[in-house]
């Protein structure tokens, strides 16, 4: 069926490294991606976002990257912070006409000082 | 106000209880979803309203009853309920970001547990 995925459970980092976190998807048709952060006792918030007519997109200290041939998309955050610890999800935000999304496995990121 | 509101933040109910969760936002969102969010999971979508009439139930257990009363406000009606129903329960609306992105704003939670 259709998905979104996750490849890594864990990513541990030192503080001032980058981080990437990496998400796969298997509806060739998917043309609109979010990214959230959620983090402990909250729910999850809007990071950036990419449409499949583009291959990159930046925001402050993240990059969203979507290779639509092998159906792949990753966050880059970099010089990660401690505050960037927290949960990910890609997901796939709801479409006009049918109001659903789907959330990847999410990458919980720990931040080492 | 970019701010979605839920209430209660924790509730604790036995199997028999009759509780409802309450959701709020005032940024004119016309779309608005419950979600249940199991610890180290990903949200899973229950309902979607839209211009307050229910657009989709995902095969949701019937201890669960959705209510908008207006735009601005969702209710979870929870009965019956049962242990493994115990998990965050979130809400959120869909509208737009102010560089122009369709996003979903999500709520804090309701952290619930079934005695």
């Known amino acids: 069926g259709e998905s979104v995925g996750l490849h890594l459970p864990t990513l541990s980092v030192q503080e001032g490294d980058n981080s990437i976190i990496n998400c796969a998807y298997s509806?060739?048709?998917?043309?609109?991606f979010i990214w959230y952060k959620q983090e402990s006792g909250k729910g999850p918030q809007f990071i950036i976002d990419?449409?499949?007519?583009?291959d990159k997109r930046q925001g402050q200290r993240v990059t969203v990257l979507l290779n639509k041939t092998v159906k792949h998309l990753s966050l880059q955050i970099a010089a990660t912070q401690p505050g960037d610890s927290a949960v990910y999800f890609c997901?796939?935000?709801?479409?006009?006409?049918?109001?659903?999304?789907?959330f990847g496995d999410g990458t919980t990121l720990t931040v080492k000082p | 106000d970019t701010e979605v509101t839920q209430t209660p933040k924790h509730l604790v109910m036995g199997m028999t209880n009759k509780k409802s969760l309450k959701c709020e936002q005032h940024m004119g969102h016309r779309a608005m979803y419950w979600y249940k969010q199991k610890a180290k999971k990903p949200p899973e979508l229950m309902f979607v309203?839209?211009?307050?009439?229910?657009?989709i139930n995902e095969s949701v257990p019937s201890r669960f009853s959705p209510e908008c009363p207006n735009s601005s406000l969702l209710n979870l009606h929870l009965h019956a309920l049962q242990p493994e129903d115990s998990a965050l329960y979130l809400c959120?609306?869909?509208?737009?970001?102010?560089?122009?992105?369709?996003?979903?704003?999500f709520g804090p939670g309701t952290r619930l547990t079934v005695l």
């Open positions: 997901a796939e935000p709801p479409n006009t006409n049918a109001g659903k999304s789907t």
């Open positions: 509806n060739s048709a998917s043309d609109y």
């Open positions: 959120a609306s869909r509208g737009h970001t102010a560089g122009g992105t369709d996003t979903q704003y």
């Open positions: 309203y839209s211009y307050e009439k229910l657009s």
């Open positions: 990419i449409r499949s007519n583009m």
